[in-house]
T-cell receptor
Framework: RKEVEQDPGPFNVPEGATVAFNCTYSNSASQSFFWYRQDCRKEPKLLMSVYSSGNEDGRFTAQLNRASQYISLLIRDSKLSDSATYLCVVNLGTTDSWGKLQFGAGTQVVVTP | DGGITQSPKYLFRKEGQNVTLSCEQNLNHDAMYWYRQDPGQGLRLIYYSQIVNDFQKGDIAEGYSVSREKKESFPLTVTSAQKNPTAFYLC?????????????FGNGTRLTVT
């Protein structure tokens, strides 16, 4: 089983609709979580960190469910520019884990007119 | 503006040649990383460095080498021993003040070996 798993998609979303997808992680000691956005043939860019209480940034909402070991990302009022691959990143966050950032393979979102 | 600069953006080499990818950051970050990304796959860690003059192997270090002589610089050499070097290479850095701080990426180098 992979340490971080994502549904690869694609999630085809009409413009203006809401889309949500999850990322599951296997290590219960994981301490910090992030969502990155990656456009085709570009570098990943930090979208948002995910906090225990959940957090929102404009149209984007991230949630953490420690009991079930997953994080989620919800995009409201989807724009064409939201089309990208969304990467989940999990960090063990312990003193010996500087190299232990685990990446999911990404969820592709395609917003259609 | 602070950031991470990778060069070149595209690199073409013949099989059997070593090649060095540059990564420079002016974010004053202690930790630096090299990742490799292949189509449809997640990022895989090649090497990382927490401090100058020290670095550790990641999950796929075979066929690669690094150095960390300066805080700002973390070059990656892809040697002829790397069996399948064609890939998208990403350099990243991280603030050392918190284990939970996010990664910041450079814009990547796309290496093609023929």
């Amino acid at each position: 089983r992979k340490e971080v798993e994502q549904d690869p998609g694609p999630f085809n979303v009409p413009e203006g609709a809401t889309v949500a997808f999850n990322c599951t992680y296997s290590n219960s000691a994981s301490q910090s979580f992030f969502w990155y956005r990656q456009d085709c043939r570009k570098e990943p860019k930090l979208l948002m960190s995910v906090y225990s209480s959940g957090n929102e940034d404009g149209r984007f909402t991230a949630q953490l469910n420690r009991a079930s070991q997953y994080i989620s990302l919800l995009i409201r009022d989807s724009k064409l520019s939201d089309s990208a691959t969304y990467l989940c990143v999990v960090n063990l966050g312990t003193t010996d884990s500087w190299g232990k950032l685990q990446f999911g393979a990404g969820t592709q979102v395609v917003v259609t007119p | 503006d602070g950031g991470i600069t990778q060069s070149p953006k595209y690199l073409f080499r013949k099989e059997g040649q070593n090649v060095t990818l540059s990564c420079e950051q002016n974010l004053n970050h202690d930790a630096m990383y090299w990742y490799r990304q292949d189509p449809g796959q997640g990022l895989r860690l090649i090497y990382y460095s927490q401090i100058v003059n020290d670095f550790q192997k990641g999950d796929i270090a075979e066929g690669y080498s690094v150095s960390r002589e300066k805080k700002e610089s973390f070059p990656l050499t892809v040697t002829s021993a790397q069996k399948n070097p064609t890939a998208f290479y990403l350099c990243a850095s991280k603030d050392g003040s918190s284990y939970n701080s996010p990664l910041h990426f450079g814009n990547g180098t796309r290496l093609t070996v023929t």
